[in-house]
């Protein structure tokens, strides 16, 4: 199946700090990625849509100043956690659509473990 | 209403044996897409497989093989000559719509563990 590389698989960073998150589909093209948090033992819960060239598409309930989502090109995206807290200590989890015509699959990146301390 | 649900919180299965884990869906669509994917304690999501609602045959890949019954809208996944390193959580999750940039809903998961 395709491949999603996503990076950093594990940070830590001080509170108040920015961390940025790179998701990238190594090899297809992907106009739409979306960005997921999973909570320990919980299923994942999807915080926006990344579309190329133009704006995110935020979840209700998710700051979109907070957690700024950038799709600059057909295979990057990136996710940046701004004046990040404790609290947005997460596992945060790409995902990239290939399209193969009617169906299409989803596949994911090995996630990035954030801890803020 | 749960557009996914799956049932069994945490399954076990012997080694080599077969196991099924339950996915029931709600969706008023008539066109959509059922998934299935594994998550190992690592962390990573791997797409296992794939049922279009309007597939005639039961999906299948290698020793997955997925049993969807239209009628009572589940895409239960059948494992094979289950192994160790099987052992993890699995998800079920649903793409309404044709083939729209609609997102996955995802189920709450099973915990399989793969008994030695």
């Known amino acids: 199946g395709a491949v999603v590389s996503q990076h950093p698989s594990w940070v830590i960073c001080k509170s108040g700090t920015s961390v940025k998150i790179e998701c990238r589909s190594l090899d297809f093209q992907a106009t739409t990625m979306f960005w997921y948090r999973q909570f320990p033992k919980q299923s994942l819960m999807l915080m926006a849509t990344?579309?190329?060239?133009?704006?995110?598409?935020?979840e209700q309930g998710v700051e979109k100043d907070k957690f700024l989502i950038n799709h600059a090109s057909l295979t990057l995206s990136t996710l940046t956690v701004t004046s990040a807290h404790p609290e947005d200590s997460s596992f945060y989890i790409c995902?990239?659509?290939?399209?193969?015509?009617?169906?299409?699959?989803?596949?994911f990146g090995a996630g990035t473990r954030l801890s803020v301390l | 209403a749960q557009k996914i649900t799956q049932t069994q919180p945490g399954m076990f299965v012997q080694e080599k044996e077969a196991v099924t884990l339950d996915c029931t869906y709600d969706?008023?669509?008539?066109?959509?897409?059922l998934f299935w994917y594994k998550q190992p304690s690592s962390g990573e999501m791997i797409f296992l497989i794939y049922?279009?609602?309007?597939?005639?045959q039961n999906a299948t890949e290698g020793r997955y093989s997925l049993n969807f019954q239209k009628a009572r809208k589940s895409a239960n996944l059948v494992i094979s000559a289950s192994q160790l390193g099987d052992s993890a959580m699995y998800f079920c999750a649903m793409r309404e719509g044709p083939g729209s940039a609609r997102q996955l809903t995802f189920g709450s998961g099973t915990q399989l563990t793969v008994l030695p």
């Open positions: 969706t008023s669509d008539q066109s959509y897409g």
């Open positions: 990344s579309n190329e060239g133009s704006k995110a598409t935020y």
């Open positions: 049922q279009g609602s309007y597939d005639e």
């Open positions: 995902s990239a659509r290939e399209w193969l015509g009617v169906r299409n699959i989803q596949y």
